[in-house]
């Protein structure tokens, strides 16, 4: 089956690291991704990761992926105020898929200045 | 400079009226998405267009339709809204799909609520 799972809330103070959790079951996802989304607004991707890379790095963004646990996680670096948003894992199953992501049900941060 | 327009972003029906949602880009991109987003949980895909290629999503309730006139615009039909249908409704358009990493652009969403 189709899931991913992420912890529904964190809490962080400005300048901290942040890092925001996934898991997914689908081992044959091509492509996963970080989208975030402000109140009012749509989702924006953020970053992605190809399933072959264990890491990804974009400025203030890490993405670390451990397929054999089926884990992805994002840090964010010196966390700012501006950052506080839900944050969605999505992944692109690669089993018969159609072309549709599969997203967790956002992990809310809070950066407390 | 919007690229994905949803209108209207907030949009009140009573229960068993249908109701239309509308979704357009300016990207011309050839995949168009619509999502449904229940409070506190994961956009869930309804279905999308790839061109004129229509794609349900097996789960998809009967009472959600929707059309693709032409590359810009998407609409979302449901014809007898239930209290069950009250949620976000999100568009996303994509140059090609998922299957090759390509980026999906959301539009601000469209909130129904069902009276």
């Known amino acids: 089956g189709e899931d991913v799972e992420q912890s529904l809330f964190l809490s962080v103070r400005e300048g901290d690291s942040s890092v925001i959790n996934c898991t997914y079951t689908?081992?044959?996802?091509?492509?996963l991704y970080w989208y975030k989304q402000e109140p009012g607004a749509g989702l924006q991707l953020l970053t992605y990761?190809?399933?072959?890379?264990d890491m990804k790095q974009d400025q203030r963004l890490t993405v670390l992926l451990n397929k054999k646990d089926k884990h992805l996680s994002l840090r964010i670096a010196d966390t700012q105020t501006g950052d506080s948003a839900i944050y969605f894992c999505a992944e692109s199953p690669g089993s018969g898929n159609t072309g549709k992501l599969i997203f967790g049900q956002g992990t809310t941060l809070q950066v407390k200045p | 400079d919007a690229m994905v327009i949803q209108n209207p972003r907030y949009q009140v029906t009573q229960f068993g009226k249908p109701v239309t949602l509308s979704c357009s880009q300016t990207?011309?991109?050839?995949?168009m998405y619509w999502y449904q987003q229940k409070s506190s949980q994961a956009p869930k895909l309804l279905f999308h267009?790839?061109?004129?290629?229509?794609?349900n999503e097996a789960d998809t309730p009967d009472n959600f339709q929707s059309r693709r006139p032409n590359t810009s615009f998407c609409f979302l039909d449901i014809r007898s809204p239930g209290l069950g249908d009250a949620a976000m409704y999100l568009c996303?358009?994509?140059?090609?799909?998922?299957?090759?990493?390509?980026?999906?652009?959301f539009g601000p969403g469209t909130r129904l609520t069902v009276l």
């Open positions: 996303a358009t994509s140059r090609e799909t998922a299957l090759v990493g390509d980026e999906q652009f």
């Open positions: 990207l011309n991109h050839n995949v």
């Open positions: 990761i190809f399933s072959n890379m």
């Open positions: 689908d081992s044959s996802s091509t492509y």
């Open positions: 267009y790839y061109d004129k290629d229509f794609n």
